[in-house]
């Protein structure tokens, strides 16, 4: 794929990421996010799963609040205060109504502009033999890009506007990260330290998955990714979404 990468609009104030788990943001998109909050734009995060699977030495009971408290302090390091968990059993998400009406729930309580999420698509990598993407963010990106829709529908999950979530269809784009179908790009360079930093609040999940030294790690990966973005990005190491607008 040769075609450049086109700036991420900037003509927004208020960001709502949801995602299926701890380290999905911070595996790329949190440079992106510490450019952003550092411009002062808000921006709050959605878990649906503790990500208690993941780990395949550490129960469920004991990755759980490993992995929240791990997330909440990776969110802060890019200057994200606002971190929300659904708690979804880790591994079995669905697409279906109800998490389009959880979804579509937060879009009308935090009321963003900007909805991010993680790859929605059946593989990592364009064409066919790509690595296959796992269910749960398949299932949650899916219903993240239709719950922005149902967010502006009051006639769709009526029962929010009885609990006071008016209708809000202000959200103006959905940026994907780590798509096998990039558009546009953040330059990464000014949020590169503190990717690194947020990426390895990680620890717990990082020490379990590679017998490499942890910081060494996370600024190699990150590193690796923002490089890729360059030759589409004007020479710059960047973080790249797919973009949809509205």
């Known amino acids: 794929m040769t075609d450049q990468l086109a700036e991420m609009p900037t003509d927004w104030r208020r960001a709502l990421a949801v995602v299926a788990h701890p380290d999905d943001l911070e595996y790329g998109a949190s440079a992106a996010v510490a450019a952003w909050t550092d411009d002062g734009r808000e921006c709050a995060y959605l878990l649906a799963t503790f990500g208690e699977a993941g780990i395949d030495t550490v129960t469920p009971a004991e990755a759980a609040p490993l992995r929240e408290s791990e997330q909440r302090a990776s969110a802060a390091a890019v200057g994200v205060k606002n971190v929300e968990f659904l708690g979804h059993t880790d591994g079995t998400l669905e697409y279906g109504i109800d998490l389009r009406r959880e979804f579509a729930a937060a879009i009308r309580r935090h009321r963003p502009e900007l909805v991010l999420t993680l790859n929605h698509h059946d593989t990592w990598t364009p064409g066919a033999g790509g690595l296959w993407n796992t269910p749960d963010h398949r299932a949650v990106g899916r219903a993240v890009l239709d719950a922005v829709a149902d967010a502006g529908n009051r006639w769709i999950f009526p029962e ?87």
Do not use: K
């Not at 202000?170 to 990426?199: K, N």
């Open 160 to 246: 929010l506007v009885e609990d006071g979530l008016m209708p809000w269809n202000g959200v103006r784009y959905v940026a994907v990260a780590g798509s096998p179908r990039p558009t546009h790009a953040v330059d990464g360079r000014a949020g590169l330290e503190r990717a690194v930093e947020s990426l390895l609040c990680h620890r717990t999940y990082i020490e379990a998955l590679t017998d490499e030294e942890p910081q060494a790690y996370c600024r190699r990966f990150l590193e690796g990714q923002m490089t890729a973005v360059a030759g589409r990005f004007g020479g710059r190491p960047g973080v790249a979404f797919e973009l949809f607008t509205r």
